[in-house]
């Protein structure tokens, strides 16, 4: 694995799993803290399914399905332009499906605690492992609107080819 990919995966990991452990610590369960009044808040919920709750006390499929997805971006990760943001994509991706996996398989839940109210809407609680996974997915979005999945992996000593 590319070490820069490997690198972010492993920090945005790191901050997922510091910053769950300090709300897991501070505050409890279901508990709301005030940082902005009606807008930003810190509440500790621990999420059984996946986004907005889909397929809540499914943990078994939920964790086959993180593993199928992160070798699927394994295998497909070196069949995009390694430039600066598909490097940061993936490490994005890597490390926010391997921070929800991790507490899936420790806890049999997902430990969430940031808590939007946008324009009077109470957005779903999420965590740094959510943002990354969402942030990567956007700039795969963007490569690929650019056409940068262009490469293919070989088994010849140039180890890529281009296909487009």
């Known amino acids: 694995m590319n070490k820069k990919i490997l690198l972010i995966s492993t920090i945005v990991l790191?901050?997922?799993q510091i910053s769950k452990a300090i709300i897991d610590f501070t505050l409890t369960l279901s508990k709301s803290v005030k940082i902005i009044k009606n807008f930003f808040?810190?509440?500790?919920?621990?999420?059984t399914?996946?986004?907005?709750?889909?397929m809540a006390n499914k943990t078994f499929l939920l964790i086959i399905f993180s593993i199928i997805v992160l070798i699927i971006?394994?295998?497909?990760?070196?069949?995009?332009?390694l430039n600066k943001r598909n490097l940061l994509a993936f490490g994005l991706l890597l490390g926010g499906i391997v921070g929800n996996l991790l507490d899936r398989i420790i806890f049999g839940y997902v430990r969430d605690f940031l808590d939007f109210k946008i324009f009077g809407y109470n957005f779903p609680i999420f965590n740094i492992s959510d943002c990354a996974i969402v942030i990567g997915i956007f700039l795969l979005i963007i490569a690929i609107f650019k056409k940068e999945e262009v490469y293919e992996r070989d088994?010849?000593?140039?180890?890529?080819?281009?296909?487009?």
């Open 14 to 16: 790191a901050l997922d």
């Open 41 to 47: 808040y810190l509440t500790y919920y621990q999420n």
């Open 49 to 54: 399914g996946a986004a907005w709750g889909i």
């Open 73 to 81: 971006i394994y295998r497909y990760m070196y069949s995009f332009k």
């Open 155 to 164: 088994n010849s000593r140039e180890g890529r080819k281009k296909i487009r």
